[in-house]
């Protein structure tokens, strides 16, 4: 079985300043794993996804994500947060075989306070 | 590029009453989904569809929850009857993925549908 575990319910941070979200996994075989952000009243929006290759992976609105293989981590990162960054993000996991739906974490609540 | 389609965005119904949600997927997406979120949860799968194929209704309450897929297109969820539990928002998603075992393709995700049962 996949799961996803995100420790932090909350993560609070000062706009300009440095941001990460973090997200641990749990599966059998190669992992592919994502990040989504939800705004209020509306569907998850994608931001980055690792596949394979360069552990440190790029996505939309600056947000970048770093694959950890030996701590099974995939931690959202950004380097200077907007105060429009508020909102809740989903880590999630999947695999190529078998059952290819998304396990999603309980989600973090980041508020940039300006 | 038009996004993934659900209507309607808000239902709100009384216990033991029934509801459908219908959804949209982006054009030439084969694959799509239904997840059930729950307030303070992340998304549950409840089917997968391939096409117009089940290829994952493992976690779908099957005594009060259907879906099905006509033409391999638009795709209705319906539950009857309903329960307090069902409370939730109901995301569609869809995908390009054709073939098994094929790259992992971003899963794209509607507004969804708040369901509130009384």
């Known amino acids: 079985a996949q799961s996803v575990a995100q420790p932090e319910d909350q993560v609070n941070v000062a706009e300009g300043n440095p941001l990460t979200v973090k997200c641990t996994y749990s599966?059998?075989?190669?992992?592919?794993l994502f990040w989504y952000v939800q705004y209020p009243n509306r569907g998850l929006q994608f931001l980055l996804k690792?596949?394979?290759?360069?552990?440190l992976v790029k996505g939309s609105y600056g947000f970048e994500a770093e694959f950890n293989k030996s701590q099974t981590s995939f931690h959202l990162k950004k380097p200077s947060a907007l105060v429009s960054d508020s909102a809740l993000y989903f880590c999630?996991?999947?695999?190529?075989?078998?059952?290819?739906?998304?396990?999603f974490g309980s989600g973090t609540r980041l508020q940039v306070q300006p | 590029e038009a996004g993934v389609a659900q209507s309607p965005r808000y239902k709100i119904i009384e216990k033991r009453q029934s509801v459908a949600f219908w959804c949209n997927p982006i054009?030439?997406?084969?694959?799509l989904y239904w997840y059930q979120q729950i307030l303070g949860q992340g998304p549950k799968l409840l089917i997968q569809f391939q096409n117009n194929g089940v290829v994952d209704d493992s976690q779908l309450p099957k005594d009060r929850f259907s879906a099905e897929r006509l033409k391999g297109v638009d795709s209705t969820l319906k539950i009857q009857p309903a329960k307090l539990e069902d409370s939730a928002v109901y995301l569609c998603?869809?995908?390009?993925?054709?073939?098994?075992?094929?790259?992992?393709?971003?899963?794209?995700f509607g507004p969804g549908t708040r369901l509130t049962v009384l």
């Open positions: 998603a869809s995908s390009l993925e054709r073939l098994a075992g094929g790259a992992p393709d971003t899963q794209y």
């Open positions: 690792y596949i394979t290759g360069d552990n």
């Open positions: 054009s030439g997406h084969a694959t």
């Open positions: 599966v059998s075989g190669n992992p592919y």
């Open positions: 999630a996991v999947r695999v190529n075989t078998g059952r290819r739906a998304l396990t």
